[in-house]
């Protein structure tokens, strides 16, 4: 057994196992050695990338303080504005009670054309409010200087505020016409659901009318209240509302123009309600000059268009109605003139489902006008004989 062991501690001795022994340190000497290259490459390359992220780390809480104070600034605006103004408004006031106190006050001695400040007295108030600079004779000079540039600053001031306000006033606009929109969509999806949405048109005329309210000289709004005045039944202040708009949009500009156009055909067609709840054939006769109107004033980009066909088609309802020679056959050439704008429509896949509407509308008033040509003065809907009238039209 002893002599096994000292056997295999010559073996270990040998310049075989030796040389084993290095190689295998060489080797592992080599891998460490492009372990550290590697790891110091690593290092250049991530240091900066930890350097970075360190910082941005160090930064958050920082850059969140400084929010939450920009944040508790900007809500605390209000009150100091309030504060400010409170404070201006106690310099202005001491600044007047001083100028009075100087003040001439009339006494029987001094003559009717005595002067309400003379100089000392004023120089001393001046000096006071911290606006004359001098007790010389400029004193009053400097002063004026002084007050002038300040009067020009605020003059820009004021500009500039009454800029703000009109921008504030307009987001207020836009934020009712966004409220009545959405009550008018509310309430146009009741009616399709087969509800009322009266509640919801009402509404929808509220937020128009404050919207109105802001600017009447609003276009826009002024159509909006309009049309929900209409649809409420409120013919007469639809047509005042709509004549407003007529003249408000008498200009020579296309957007106008068209807005122009759809006020005409709309009064056009409250003219023609009324008729038939009165049978006043002077009504017929003033809704006739409004489409007419309407038709010289179509502006290129509604020619061949939607408006541009229903005030044909309504001005072909308005004809037939009237107790007037030919009236039924102008009645015809208007229908004839919707429908071939309305089948152009169709061709063109423009505004498809309103121009199949319409088309199917105008070819039914049509037939109701060939049976007037040929004595038969019955509408289809059971309304009592054409006496200078015809079948009511609805309101779109």
Do not use: Y
């Given at each position: 057994m002893v002599w096994g062991v000292w056997t295999f501690v010559a073996d270990a001795t040998t310049p075989e196992v030796f040389n084993i022994f290095k190689v295998?340190?060489?080797?592992i000497s080599d891998q460490l050695a492009k372990v550290s290259v590697w790891i110091a490459s690593v290092k250049h390359t991530v240091e900066p990338v930890t350097w970075l992220l360190g910082s941005f780390l160090a930064l958050v809480p920082g850059s969140f303080a400084i929010y939450k104070w920009v944040y508790y600034r900007y809500s605390r605006l209000p009150e100091r504005l309030d504060d400010m103004l409170e404070k201006e408004e106690r310099r202005l006031q001491d600044a007047r009670n001083k100028l009075f106190a100087m003040m001439e006050k009339a006494r029987p001695p001094k003559s009717f054309e005595a002067p309400?400040?003379?100089?000392?007295?004023?120089?001393?108030?001046?000096?006071?409010?911290?606006?004359?600079?001098?007790?010389n004779g400029r004193g009053l000079i400097?002063?004026?200087?002084?007050?002038?540039?300040?009067l020009d600053d605020i003059d820009g001031q004021l500009r500039y505020w009454d800029e703000k306000h009109a921008n504030y006033r307009r987001q207020q606009a836009t934020a009712y016409l966004l409220k009545g929109a959405i009550a008018a969509a509310n309430g146009t999806k009741i009616r399709t659901d087969g509800k009322d949405g009266l509640e919801n048109n009402r509404e929808a005329l509220v937020a128009f009318s404050k919207a109105l309210e802001i600017d009447e000289n609003d276009?826009?709004?002024l159509e909006y209240v309009a049309h929900q005045q209409r649809i409420l039944g409120m013919l007469d202040e639809a047509f005042q509302s709509y004549s407003r708009l007529e003249q408000l949009t008498n200009k020579p500009e296309p957007d106008a123009a068209l807005v122009r156009l759809r006020a005409l055909r709309y009064m056009g067609e409250i003219l023609e309600r009324k008729f038939d709840a009165t049978n006043i054939q002077a009504r017929l006769t003033l809704a006739k000059t409004n489409l007419q109107?309407?038709?010289?004033?179509?502006?290129?980009?509604?020619?061949?268009?939607?408006?541009h066909a229903f005030v044909h088609r309504v001005l072909a309802s308005v004809e037939m109605k009237r107790n007037v020679p030919n009236a039924?056959?102008?009645?015809?050439?208007?229908?004839?003139?919707?429908?071939?704008i309305f089948l152009d429509l169709i061709r063109r896949k423009r505004n498809l489902k309103e121009a199949e509407a319409g088309l199917s509308d105008v070819r039914?008033?049509?037939e109701t006008i060939n049976r007037l040509q040929n004595g038969d003065n019955t509408p289809d809907d059971g309304t009592p004989p054409r006496n200078g009238g015809g079948e009511p039209m609805s309101l779109n």
């Open positions: 295998l340190s060489d080797a309400i400040f003379v100089v000392p007295s004023l120089g001393r108030a001046l000096r006071q409010m911290k606006w004359a600079r001098w007790r400097s002063a004026n200087e002084s007050l002038q540039a300040a276009a826009q709004a109107q309407a038709l010289l004033i179509v502006p290129t980009i509604a020619r061949d268009d939607l408006d039924l056959h102008l009645a015809t050439a208007q229908c004839f003139l919707a429908e071939r039914n008033l049509m």
